[in-house]
């Protein structure tokens, strides 16, 4: 009723005036970190920074394409609860850089059903057409090549931010060789039953938003990084944004 | 966890395709009658099963064309065969999608090249609003069905000659109002008109707050070149990619969301409003043509006396989502495409149903509601066939039984649950909600402006 008064009060006076035109929003800077549990980084991952020298990572977001919780959490999924709270500050040593920023990044072959594979780490990361690449449908994987060895301290993935979707098995492991088969370690996996064969996550599944998925990877040393998707809540099929791999040369 | 099952069986003709969807076609249109919304059985001598593939084409791959073929790809017996859009970014990525589904499927940039040359059986429309006409007239009289996304026009006009193309092709046309068949709204409306829960209507009340709309870009190098785009009626590649933003191509967001909505209160109500009192506006984004709120004071007439309601359409808070309301002298209704939201508020002195001891319940607002589960607010046995069929089909993407129902209506196993000759009286009703805002004055709608 409050509507239908204020429509009535509304067409008896000059109310249709347009207010001042609001600003547009920008895009936002923020610093994050992770909400993220059970990062399975191996024992011996290299700690090469005192954790009191770190300094709060900047990142820069894109604008938000959708706001609010979403409410259909799929059932019986592992999906965690979205909390509508901005991400805390995630602290990484100084020096440290997006080492992925414009680098090629491969698909193991998968032909694109749209965009090219370049367009993960070209800086876009809006929820617009022509912002990401779309594989096919299944298990699907991107590879960056860091060019050598990095000390990495946090991944970021943005799938597809334009709607509430969850992506089923999100692995990100990093290695070696290219191949991942020389000292391949898991960073996250949230595939709970193995579909992918990578073995069982314990990582939860996540709505996709505007902030992207961090990922902590506990100062871990290596060259290649590897991003695996089982397509998602909206398709089958798989989509990449943008990654980001901060981190510092190894020197 | 893995994603939708992949497996993917294809329909094996027994008879020539054509013949059989000839035939067929006669006998589902003769189940179309006047006012008529539930699917009905085949009639006898209507041929049961797939006895053939349904060759399908898509007008539009944007993202509205690209959900619906996600959501029809995977139907048995539905082949798509082409994909026309002006765009080729749009068009390349939509025939890519059905190729990772196994249909390979022709590029066209002119649809009407692609109602010519691929020999098509249907065709899914997906473009903005003011092609509708053009386009879906075209393909009725190619000889092909039509399913044509809403709204159906951006003038009463061109939603009627599209009725009246229908009427002379004998050719299906359904509109995409995918909540007549979603089998929660299904279900709700039975328990309305059936089952009679709310007794007598009094007053509806819907929205669709949405957050405010980003512009749409589109990536380097795809810029259509200016000739182009004069060749299809847009003055630019911001025009072609925000279309809902402009007058000339769009229905405004009462047509956007609110047609969705209003046809749920027509359709369960069945019948049209009789006046309708609105004000509208750009407060947000003064800028675009098409405003960014929408709001409406209904007045239906239905036998049972008169109903009162208000829908509102708001562009630039997500305050509350979108739902509708009915309520009545013995209880309310609230229901949302969201399957989350499907409530029964029964009124204390009304008649208690049997079924409500074994409903489940929450408490919302304080007040104890029902929860509209399919297989629990129903007079047949909680675990009949029927529920347990139901309650799947609800688990599909939301578009997919919609989609359903128009194929199942091609081959004359049903009728369509949202023929145009109906959407038409949707349609008038947002479009003169447009012209109500225009006018700041209430509008008296006759009967016989909601006769296609």
């Given at each position: 009723m409050k509507a239908l008064l204020a429509l009535l009060l509304l067409l008896a006076g000059p109310g249709f005036a347009a207010p001042a035109k609001a600003k547009p929003a920008k895009p936002t800077v923020s610093a994050t970190t992770t909400g993220d549990r059970g990062v399975s980084a191996s024992a011996e991952t290299p700690r090469s920074s005192a954790a009191d020298d770190r300094v709060p990572l900047d990142l820069k977001l894109p604008k938000p394409a959708f706001i609010g919780t979403p409410r259909n959490v799929p059932a019986g999924t592992t999906v965690e609860k979205v909390s509508g709270k901005l991400r805390p500050p995630f602290r990484v040593p100084p020096?440290?850089?997006?080492?992925?920023?414009?680098l090629p990044a491969g698909a193991g072959g998968s032909e694109p059903l749209v965009g090219e594979a370049k367009l993960i780490t070209d800086g876009d990361k809006e929820a617009t057409d022509g912002s990401y690449v779309e594989f096919g449908r299944g298990l699907k994987s991107v590879t960056i090549d860091l060019g050598a060895n990095g000390e990495l301290a946090a991944i970021l993935v943005w799938h597809?931010?334009?709607?509430p979707r969850v992506y089923h098995d999100v692995v990100v492991q990093v290695a070696d060789d290219p191949d991942f088969i020389t000292n391949v370690r898991t960073l996250y996996n949230n595939d709970a039953d193995n579909t992918a064969g990578l073995g069982v996550g314990r990582d939860r599944e996540y709505f996709e938003t505007y902030e992207g998925r961090l990922i902590d990877a506990k100062l871990v040393k290596a060259r290649y990084v590897k991003l695996w998707s089982n397509g998602s809540t909206a398709d089958e099929m798989n989509r990449y944004t943008e990654v980001e791999v901060y981190g510092r040369p190894v020197k | 966890m893995s994603a939708m099952p992949r497996a993917r069986k294809k329909a094996q003709p027994a008879v020539s395709r054509r013949d059989f969807l000839a035939s067929a076609a006669l006998a589902g249109a003769s189940l179309i009658l006047p006012g008529r919304t539930r699917a009905a059985p085949a009639s006898a001598g209507a041929a049961k099963g797939s006895a053939g593939d349904i060759k399908v084409g898509l007008i539009g791959g944007g993202s509205q064309g690209r959900t619906l073929l996600v959501a029809a790809v995977k139907i048995p017996g539905v082949k798509f065969a082409a994909v026309a859009d002006i765009w080729p970014y749009h068009s390349r990525y939509a025939a890519n999608i059905l190729k990772e589904y196994g249909h390979p499927a022709a590029v066209y940039e002119d649809y009407r090249e692609m109602l010519a040359k691929a020999s098509l059986d249907a065709v899914l429309i997906a473009t903005p609003d003011w092609v509708h006409a053009e386009q879906t007239i075209a393909a009725l009289r190619a000889g092909v069905h039509v399913y044509c996304e809403k709204e159906m026009a951006n003038t009463v006009g061109d939603a009627r000659a599209m009725v009246k193309a229908a009427a002379e092709t004998g050719k299906l046309l359904q509109i995409g109002h995918q909540r007549r068949s979603n089998p929660r709204y299904r279900h709700a409306e039975s328990l309305v008109n059936g089952e009679g829960v709310l007794g007598r209507i009094t007053h509806v009340y819907g929205q669709w707050n949405r957050p405010k709309p980003l512009e749409q870009g589109w990536p380097k190098g795809s810029d259509l070149d200016a000739a182009a785009l004069a060749r299809w009626g847009y003055g630019s590649m911001e025009q072609l990619r925000n279309w809902r933003w402009y007058r000339k191509y769009a229905s405004g967001p009462i047509g956007d969301l609110g047609s969705h909505q209003l046809d749920v209160f027509n359709w369960f109500l069945r019948v049209p409003p009789v006046s309708v009192l609105a004000a509208g506006g750009a407060d947000v984004q003064p800028e675009h043509e098409w405003g960014d709120y929408t709001m409406g004071i209904y007045e239906w007439r239905p036998p049972t006396g008169p109903v009162r309601g208000y829908y509102q359409v708001l562009s630039s808070t997500s305050h509350g989502g979108y739902y509708e309301v009915l309520m009545g002298e013995g209880g309310s209704l609230e229901i949302s495409e969201d399957p989350k939201v499907g409530f029964f508020y029964r009124e204390p002195q009304a008649q208690r149903r049997q079924w409500e001891d074994e409903a489940s319940r929450v408490s919302k607002m304080g007040r104890d509601a029902i929860e509209l589960k399919i297989g629990e607010t129903r007079k047949e046995a909680k675990r009949s066939r029927r529920a347990i069929e139901a309650e799947a089909d609800a688990?599909?993407?939301?578009?997919q039984p919609h989609l359903e129902n128009f194929f199942d209506a091609i081959r004359g196993k049903v009728a369509l649950t949202c023929p145009a000759s109906e959407a038409f009286a949707t349609a008038v009703t947002a479009l003169r909600t447009n012209d109500a805002v225009a006018a700041s004055t209430p509008l008296a709608l006759a009967p016989a402006e909601f006769v296609p």
């Open positions: 020096g440290t850089v997006n080492l992925a920023a414009g597809y931010h334009g709607d | 688990r599909k993407p939301l578009h």
